[in-house]
């Protein structure tokens, strides 16, 4: 992150979506996909997921993370999701440089970063009343792949549940819960810290099935209402 300001009059900054930040590397979806090196991620990653970052609608009732990338000076501005301060008609809200340059090779610390950026993800869905989402990026991404990550109520207790489509059939861990003829395949279990904490292996190991890269991806998160996907949960 840096404490100089390298925008200027005339630069152009565009709202983009955001991949996970895994080994160095993130993509932006501004007009176009952009795959950039993240010289120091320690900021990005410390926010991802966790609320903080400015959101724009995936669909209804569900939201995606949004920053503002300048392409042409390699500047992503992180800007609030609420603001700092309201005076009358003057809003303030707090926001963050990050510098971006030309992808290079990913560090070897990708698949720790995801699997902390879900940890921290979940860690947020459980204390705001929402879910998360892993799902391709992008403006028109597609519904599928999902991999759903959800807490909701059960008599006097919680269930956490993973849902993930479409079914993971070479997963070891999923195959053996694959219903023929169903579009997803659902895992289940008292929602206790220790289900909680392995949920993001769990989910990598669906993710790892899509044959995309942790940079082709986005978290999308909604307001838990009880349901799994394909409801207003």
């Known amino acids: 992150m840096s404490d100089n300001f390298p925008l ?3 630069d152009t900054i565009t709202a983009a979506q955001l991949s996970l930040c895994a080994g160095g590397l993130l993509r932006t979806w501004a007009d176009s996909s952009q795959l950039w090196s993240v010289p120091d991620d ?3 990653r410390s926010v991802m997921g966790t609320g903080t970052i400015a959101r724009t609608p995936r669909e209804q009732n569900r939201f995606r993370e949004v920053g503002f990338v300048s392409e042409n000076t390699g500047t992503l501005w992180l800007q609030s999701r ?5 005076d009358g008609e003057t809003v303030q809200v707090a926001g963050n440089i990050v510098e971006l340059q030309p992808a290079c090779e990913p560090r070897e610390t990708t698949y720790d970063d995801v699997r902390e950026l879900l940890k921290q993800a979940i860690d947020h869905a459980l204390k705001n009343n929402e879910y998360v989402l892993v799902e391709q990026g992008g403006w028109d991404a597609p519904t599928e792949p999902f991999c759903l990550f959800i807490v909701i109520p059960e008599g006097e207790d919680y269930v956490s549940i993973i849902e993930t489509g479409p ?3 070479n997963s070891e861990i999923w195959a053996p819960h694959i219903v023929a003829g169903t579009e997803s395949t659902t895992l289940s279990a008292p929602a206790t810290r220790d289900t909680i904490d392995v949920a993001p292996l769990i989910m990598l190991d669906a993710i790892s099935t899509w044959g995309l890269a942790p940079w082709d991806l986005a978290l999308t998160f909604g307001t838990r209402q009880g349901a799994v996907r394909g409801s207003d949960a």
Do not use: C, D
Request: aromatic share 14%; net charge neutral; no cysteine.
């Open 42 to 44: 320690t900021y990005l």
């Open 8 to 10: 200027k009059p005339g």
């Open 167 to 169: 079914a993971p059939t």
């Open 82 to 86: 609420f603001p700092e301060q309201v």
